[in-house]
């Protein structure tokens, strides 16, 4: 948790810190789902390929 009582830039890293756990804690439990495979997301990889080419 960040802690509000610290100040400059120890307050910065304390928030810096805490947002970094939360995103990896998300893209960990998307990874180990395998969501971004799955029918719903993954259906129009092909046509994402094909734009970016």
Do not use: C, F, N, Q
């Amino acid at each position: 948790m960040p802690e509000p009582r610290k100040r400059g830039r120890a307050r910065a890293l304390s928030w810096h810190g805490t947002v970094g756990v939360w995103i990896i804690a998300a893209l960990l439990l998307l990874s180990v789902t395998g969501l971004t495979w799955s029918r719903y997301a993954g259906e129009t990889i092909g046509d994402v390929r094909t734009a970016l080419s």
